[in-house]
């Protein structure tokens, strides 16, 4: 057992002991919660177990001499709940860190705002104060100020500097100026005894600010804590067989070249490689968007992501050669990364024209007023134009509403994968869907299942329950209703059919040659499947990939919306005209490989068009790199959601209808945000030239237009009800 | 106005607690699971709960 230490899955703490993570999805209560607590705590060989419900993973303290990772999944499983070895990414702790940072900053930010404002008020209100207790009031706030502005100051300060050092400028330069000068200002007219101090401001702008900050960063680390939740749940492990026939369990990426790997029946194929030994079907459905299975035997190439259907088999690990798909799939990624050009935020965009211009306003107004009468009179009213002109609302205007966008798309089961995908989705006038996954459910169904006599879909039924072929699966689900019959003997022959003894006559399903069907019988349309029994006449089942539920309503609106819709299959031509038929899309084409799904893409963007690309299979994966904005569905392959800017869970296509009328009332939002902050700018700033901005009414406004912005944002939850019913 | 002497003080010390209770109770991870903290509060007997058990960690160990 001493190999578990070893394991990346496992990290070592004091005492010999060992701790884990493993994530449990299906964990949703208290009761879960106390289940899997107390179900693990029980165990010999578990120090503790403590569940976090927010992340959906429990991470065990456990003895590594007396169980191993193995048991640990085995015995969450035992108590009702299946479970995934989790390996956080190397960059976890630094997010974490960040937020831990940032929620300091805010903490300290708001306990100085509020106290250094417990003598403001006083010191405004004023009417019965004398000089000596106005002195004192300054000079406790200027030391509650100091404390604030050192700490809470500091991710803006970092990130001025660096800006500054690269010979730009952001949002953060202004900000850092107003902060840093109104300070010492501030101290300077504490010293001459004077009325108005603005040290409140300054704390009170950066309180503002980190919300935003905050906001925003918890969004961005929640998205990217839902996307490696997904690729964690997907990511096989890979059993190793080692020199002297022991088998290891280790990551893929970590298997070596040359390794030879077991793959069990019904498992996924960690890596790419060629059988070396066992014949069975794999579904490569998720990787190539070919819905029927292909029979992979000695020599075989089979690739990473694809499913073993009927029998074990073993692997020998290819290197990421050039001869790869998934190497030719990257490559290709990389490439359409290349040519979608650097996507620039609204906020930024408007940061880049703002923060030159807050600048320029302010030395304008130092130097007027000195001209006019003096530089201390400069100096205060230019103070006071930078921290009327500081960005609160404008900082809060955008992370407001994505987070409020965020949680709204998370309710419908959407997670967001990329901080300007909503964005950049909000301009799209095409959509192009893939077929098979994608407009299809990418799982077969039994065609007319009424038009069979129900004794030989009972048989058939009854056979196919043996085999994990999506034919078979789709056999067993129609015939499911009634009662099937007992085979003995039952053997399932990769790459032909089953076969089985029902009171000693032999039953076949499979291929036609597999019951000896001659292939002028019938012309083949589709996939299909023949029963024969006994010397009975062999029956024929026919299938077709059903249409993703909501698929027609969501086209119908999108057509409604004026938007382009396109179909770009990797299927057979005749396959992608019938679904096109069947859900009115105009515009089609079938038999397309990765590139020409670029090309086709490339040739919407020569036109002018912004595509929205919708695709699951690994062989979409470049597509939705190279598309303008990108959706996958959860049950794609794990490239593709890595690929993708959105991610949508559950059936139903109308999630894509859902969340482009969110995006769009996301940017109007947005813009109606950046309105009212500007707005109240245009009437704030002359007030500060021309030094009628006290500091009293500095605070009223700062908060004021901060409060006015976020409520403005929340609409964006009211107005759910509606919709939905829509 | 001698009452703001010792007021000020006190009203600065409170203040300072509070922050100072927030950020210890974010570095002991309370912040960490929020929704399961909120779920927690139904589990029925809690006399060996993980924090409990960590505390006298060195006692069973």
């Given at each position: 057992m001493s190999e578990a230490v070893l394991n990346p899955y496992i990290r070592p703490v004091e005492g010999g002991l060992a701790e884990a993570e493993l994530l449990v999805p299906s964990m949703h209560c208290a009761a879960c919660i106390a289940r899997i607590e107390k179900g693990l705590g029980g165990e010999a060989g578990i120090d503790r177990a403590r569940a976090n419900l927010t992340t959906h993973r429990v991470s065990v303290r456990f003895n590594p001499k007396a169980l191993d990772l193995d048991g640990l999944v085995g015995k969450l499983g035992a108590l009702g709940f299946p479970a995934t070895p989790f390996r956080a990414a190397v960059d976890k702790a630094g997010t974490d860190r960040e937020a831990r940072r940032l929620l300091i900053a805010l903490a300290v930010a708001g306990f100085a705002t509020m106290n250094i404002m417990l003598f403001s008020v006083s010191v405004w209100d004023?009417?019965?104060?004398d000089m000596g207790t106005r002195g004192l009031f300054h000079w406790v706030s200027a030391l509650i100020a100091l404390l604030g502005i050192s700490v809470a100051g500091q991710p803006f300060f970092r990130s001025a500097w660096e800006v500054l050092r690269t010979g730009h400028t952001n949002m953060d330069v202004p900000i850092s100026l107003a902060v840093i000068l109104s300070y010492f200002a501030s101290i300077g007219e504490a010293m001459r005894g004077a009325e108005h101090v603005y040290f409140d401001a300054g704390v009170m702008l950066l309180f503002f600010l980190l919300i935003g900050r905050y906001l925003d960063h918890r969004m961005r680390a929640k998205a990217s804590d839902a996307a490696q939740n997904l690729l964690a749940l997907k990511a096989v492990p890979a059993t190793v067989i080692e020199a002297d026939g022991t088998h290891r369990t280790m990551p893929a990426d970590e298997v070596e070249k040359g390794a030879l790997v077991l793959v069990a029946t019904g498992m996924r194929v960690p890596v790419d490689g060629v059988v070396e030994d066992g014949t069975s079907d794999i579904d490569a459905s998720l990787v190539t968007g070919e819905t029927m299975p292909v029979t992979a035997g000695k020599g075989t190439k089979v690739f990473a992501g694809t499913l073993n259907l009927n029998a074990p088999i073993k692997v020998r690990v290819e290197g990421r050669?050039?001869?790869?798909l998934l190497a030719e799939i990257v490559r290709l990624m990389e490439a359409a990364e290349q040519g979608r050009g650097r996507f620039v935020r609204l906020a930024d965009r408007l940061a880049r024209l703002y923060a030159p211009v807050v600048h320029v306003l302010a030395a304008i107004t130092f130097l007027t007023w000195w001209g006019l009468l003096d530089a201390h009179t400069g100096l205060m009213r230019a103070i006071a134009v930078l921290i009327i002109t500081c960005p609160c609302a404008l900082g809060l205007a955008v992370p407001v509403v994505q987070v409020v966008a965020a949680g709204r798309l998370l309710m419908a089961g959407v997670l967001i994968k990329a901080a300007d995908g909503l964005e950049r989705l909000a301009t799209i006038d095409t959509v192009v869907f893939d077929k098979t996954g994608t407009l299809t459910m990418g799982e077969l169904t039994l065609l007319d299942p009424t038009a069979i006599a129900s004794a030989d879909l009972a048989f058939a039924g009854g056979l196919a329950a043996a085999s994990r072929h999506p034919l078979a699966v789709a056999v067993n689900k129609a015939a499911s209703k009634g009662r099937m019959p007992m085979f003995d003997d039952v053997r399932e022959i990769p790459g032909a059919g089953i076969v089985g003894f029902h009171q000693g006559s032999e039953v076949r399903l499979g291929s036609r040659k597999h019951v000896g069907v001659g292939d002028d019988a019938l012309p083949a349309t589709g996939p299909e499947l023949w029963l024969k029994r006994g010397d009975a006449a062999p029956v024929h089942f026919a299938f077709a990939d059903d249409i993703r539920p909501g698929a027609a309503e969501a086209i119908a609106t999108l057509k409604a919306q004026g938007i382009h819709v396109m179909l770009l299959s990797g299927d057979r031509a005749e396959v992608a005209e019938k679904v096109a038929g069947e859900l009115g899309i105009a515009d089609w084409r079938g038999g397309c490989h990765p590139d020409d799904k670029i090309a086709a893409l490339e040739e919407l963007k020569a036109k002018g068009a912004q595509v929205l690309m919708v695709g699951d299979g690994l062989n979409d994966a470049p597509a939705l790199r190279a598309a303008h904005v990108s959706i996958s569905p959860a049950s794609g392959s794990d490239v593709t959601q890595t690929a993708a800017d959105f991610v949508f869970q559950g059936k139903s296509l109308k999630a894509v209808t859902l969340l482009l009328s969110i995006a769009k009332r996301t940017k109007r939002l947005t813009l109606e945000n950046f309105g009212l902050a500007i707005g109240y700018n245009v009437i704030a700033v002359p007030l500060a030239v021309l030094g009628h901005v006290t500091p009293m009414v500095a605070a009223i406004a700062m908060s004021g237009s901060s409060i006015v912005v976020v409520a403005n944002a929340l609409r964006l939850r009211r107005a759910k009800a509606g919709e939905e019913a829509a | 106005m001698s009452a703001l002497l010792f007021l000020i003080p006190i009203a600065l010390f409170l203040g300072g607690l509070g922050l100072a209770a927030f950020l210890w109770s974010m570095k002991s991870g309370q912040f960490d699971d929020l929704d399961g903290a909120a779920e927690r509060i139904l589990i029925d007997d809690e006399e060996d709960a993980p924090e409990g058990k960590d505390s006298d960690q060195s006692a069973t160990r």
């Open positions: 004023g009417s019965e104060m050669g050039e001869s790869t | -």
